[in-house]
């Protein structure tokens, strides 16, 4: 069955659930859409550092959540919405190997234990190996009651065709962009799709685990495959793919220059390089908000970019230089 004319509904809550459809209008707790297109896509969200999207599809008789959000009590709040339109929770997908896209996934397993929970084999194998420490992180701040994401139900593949109400939506599982695999979702009847964080709007995105290379290269086959369609990014307000994928190559090409050209000239980067180089990516982006909602993640931004690049930390190489006397 294909969607009628698609409309964005948001919420408004304490979590800042807002939407647009076209139109908007604004009551005394946001923006509000009316619901009436058969398929709506909602953006739980709450602003300021360290905001993160998800996505609920909303079909006549079901629901496919894309993400739960960074914490168990974000999610909850999510959780009480789906609720509220009592319509099922059929599939929930985890797009990346982020704590802020699966930190409150028992909020909905519990919520919704018949729900299927989907992830590309990558992803779960990521999870449930942990190497960078995120279960451990989100399991350290949430406390006891946290519990590690469960197995998936399935794996979900490049170009799987998922449905929500006989409305198709079409996987697209991604390697080495801003996270090693990242799934996104397309509606190609609804020219929208759901990106996760191939795009950060108007917000710094996280790239410790970037590929700086290939990132830039997924975003323009982004452009080419889906011009014309309406982006949902993992981070900020949902836009026109072709800008917001191209501001986002902006953003990236101005940092990793930043690096090379400020930071790497002799292949060390200095506290003093580094400083300057976080000055200059805040003046250059005033009022932007980190997504990790971390002070620090500029540093490590910066840092991960040097070791990419193939240079070396002046701290480091005073450590190796210890290290060496010790050894003589």
């Known amino acids: 069955m294909r969607a009628a004319p698609f409309t964005i509904g948001l919420l408004a809550m304490t979590l800042a659930i807002a939407g647009c459809s076209g139109r908007e209008t604004e009551t005394a707790e946001g923006p509000e859409a009316e619901a009436t297109a058969e398929l709506e896509i909602h953006r739980p969200?709450?602003?300021?550092?360290?905001?993160?999207?998800?996505?609920?599809?909303?079909?006549?008789?079901?629901?496919?959540?894309?993400?739960?959000?960074?914490?168990?009590?974000?999610?909850e709040r999510v959780v009480a919405a789906i609720e509220a339109t009592g319509k099922p929770v059929t599939a929930i997908v985890i797009s990346h190997y982020d704590p802020d896209h699966f930190g409150g996934l028992q909020a909905f397993t519990d919520a919704f234990p018949d729900a299927e929970l989907l992830m590309a084999e990558n992803v779960a194998e990521q999870i449930g190996r942990d190497l960078s420490g995120y279960v451990e992180r989100l399991r350290e701040t949430q406390g006891d009651e946290y519990r590690a994401p469960p197995e998936p139900t399935r794996f979900i593949e490049h170009r799987e065709e998922l449905t929500v109400s006989n409305v198709p939506i079409v996987v697209h599982v991604l390697t080495d962009t801003e996270a090693e695999t990242m799934a996104m979702l397309a509606i190609p009847s609804e020219r929208a799709v759901l990106a996760s964080d191939l795009v950060a709007n108007r917000?710094?995105?996280?790239?410790?685990?970037?590929?700086?290379?290939?990132?830039?290269?997924?975003?323009?086959?982004?452009?080419?495959?889906?011009?014309?369609?309406?982006?949902?990014?993992?981070?900020?307000e949902p836009g026109p793919v072709n800008l917001l994928a191209a501001n986002q190559i902006a953003y990236l090409s101005f940092v990793r220059g930043r690096v090379e050209r400020e930071i790497l000239a002799d292949d060390v980067a200095t506290e003093e390089e580094i400083n300057a180089a976080i000055s200059a990516i805040r003046a250059n982006y005033p009022d932007w908000e980190n997504v990790t909602g971390r002070p620090a993640?500029?540093?490590?931004?910066?840092?991960a970019i040097v070791a990419q690049l193939g240079g070396e930390l002046e701290s480091e190489q005073e450590e190796d230089g210890e290290a060496e006397v010790v050894e003589g």
Do not use: C, K
Not at 204 to 222: E, G, Q, Y
Not at 297 to 303: A, F, S
């Open 203 to 236: 917000m710094h995105p996280d790239v410790v685990d970037a590929d700086i290379d290939s990132w830039p290269r997924a975003l323009n086959r982004l452009t080419r495959d889906f011009s014309g369609f309406t982006l949902y990014p993992g981070h900020g």
């Open 45 to 75: 969200f709450r602003r300021g550092p360290g905001s993160v999207n998800s996505y609920w599809i909303e079909g006549p008789d079901e629901i496919l959540v894309f993400d739960t959000q960074r914490s168990i009590a974000l999610a």
């Open 297 to 303: 993640q500029l540093r490590r931004n910066l840092e």
